[in-house]
């Protein structure tokens, strides 16, 4: 747990005697949270270690069924339910699998976060049901301390919250575009200004367009071809001794394309401070990182892929692991005089179940300066696919090419119109 996070009470605090009597506000609703296990044992300790934990000023309302069956028919009167802790082995062997399956299929169910929790991990191997399963997190109940299920609960509640806020937003926008069909014109205009407070949240999530971490700096900007942008970019610090960074370009433009930018930054941003409270170390894995990317995006159905770059800075070792899946042209890397791609790629992810993904490593000397650009540039500059190439690589390899002077040597700002998005990072050191 962040030691940081104010939020969190985990006992009653004695306040000091008010002055004057003031009116209370009524409580907050509970988050309520399933426990899904066959053994009264296990729900008595989840209680015991929970029950005084505060989130947001909400404390946890519990919810108990002891089969699949009967956690059927708590979800059915209690479609607020934000969590729910299933063991696997329950009246079946996979009870707790066929459960995950009925209520992502049958219920639909996308925002619930989902704990699986097991005493028998051969029934359940971890990795085959992570990949097949449509969970958020996966215990042994041997290792489950009381510190790691309350992080547990708290990330998965957390991410609840970013989730339904998401869809009520969705929700909202799309009650409002069905009220102003009627008024066209009026219909526009208020679209407009829906997109334009959407290009505020995603400018928002944005990292600083100069950033020092390390001895490394980052610079980046992104030119939308409309008011919101597939394109995204981020880079991060994980720990003292790594570094994360990617970029991606989601299929097709407009307010959906933009929506899963933000879907990704949250995953991503997930994996980064479950890194840091349980030392989960899937941010460090360029391969795994997309995998389960590919994975969500083919089980969201959201009609959406994504290209995306994915790379680790270790600054111990000064080398930089890195999946390619789909992103086009590839970083250009100059360093000792010399310039070249770095070719290795593989597919993009969200269209395949076996994409082609593989992690590659480079050392990276004590100077060198690379560029990551989206496939929207290659729409603007002149002559084939060669020359466009050659003229990123030479661009890269002047003196002193910060990335202003880059974008002013490709003249992106001349141009009123853009086809597409335009995206740069520029990493140096």
Request: glycine fraction near 6%; charged fraction near 30%; charge should be negative.
């Amino acid at each position: 747990m962040n030691p940081q996070d104010d939020e969190l009470i985990f006992a009653d605090e004695i306040s000091s005697p008010a002055e004057a009597p003031a009116a209370q506000e009524p409580p907050k609703a509970g988050w309520k949270v399933l426990v899904v296990d066959d053994e009264p044992q296990v729900h008595t300790v989840t209680k015991l270690v929970l029950r005084d934990l505060t989130f947001k000023g909400r404390k946890i309302e519990f919810c108990d069924a002891y089969s699949a069956a009967e956690a059927k028919k708590v979800l059915a009167e209690n479609p607020d339910v934000c969590l729910a802790l299933v063991d696997v082995v329950m009246e079946e062997d996979d009870a707790g699998l066929r459960l995950v399956e009925y209520i992502r299929d049958i219920m639909n169910n996308k925002a619930i976060r989902i704990i699986l929790r097991t005493g028998q991990p051969g029934y359940a191997p971890e990795k085959e049901v992570i990949i097949d399963y449509d969970i958020n997190d996966y215990k042994e109940k041997t290792e489950m301390s009381a510190q790691k299920l309350i992080t547990c609960v708290i990330a998965a509640i957390r991410n609840y919250e970013y989730i339904d806020a998401l869809n009520k937003l969705t929700a909202e926008l799309e009650q409002k575009v069905a009220e102003r069909v009627a008024e066209l014109d009026e219909s526009n205009r208020k679209l407009l200004e829906d997109q334009e407070a959407g290009k505020k949240l995603q400018n928002k999530i944005l990292p600083k367009p100069e950033k020092d971490i390390g001895q490394y700096h980052f610079a980046s900007r992104l030119f939308p071809s409309l008011v919101l942008s597939g394109d995204f970019i981020d880079y991060f610090s994980i720990s003292s001794r790594y570094i994360g960074f990617y970029m991606a370009d989601v299929s097709g433009h407009g307010m959906s394309s933009a929506i899963v930018t933000v879907l990704l930054k949250n995953f991503i941003d997930n994996k980064v401070e479950k890194f840091a409270l349980l030392d989960d170390r899937t941010v460090l894995d360029p391969h795994e990182i997309c995998a389960r990317i590919n994975s969500i995006l083919l089980r969201e159905d959201l009609g959406k892929y994504l290209t995306i770059f994915y790379g680790i800075i270790d600054m111990e070792t000064n080398t930089l692991s890195y999946a390619n899946c789909g992103q086009f042209p590839c970083p250009a890397f100059f360093a000792d005089g010399e310039k070249k791609f770095l070719q290795e790629k593989g597919t993009p992810v969200g269209l395949f179940k076996t994409p082609v993904i593989k992690t590659n490593e480079i050392q990276l000397p004590e100077h060198f300066t690379m560029l990551l650009t989206s496939d929207g540039l290659l729409d603007i500059l002149e002559g084939d696919l060669d020359a466009k190439s050659s003229m990123i690589l030479d661009n890269l390899a002047k003196e002193g090419n910060s990335l202003e002077s880059l974008i002013e040597s490709f003249k992106v700002e001349q141009h009123g119109s853009l086809p597409d998005d335009i995206t740069f990072m520029r990493i140096g050191k």
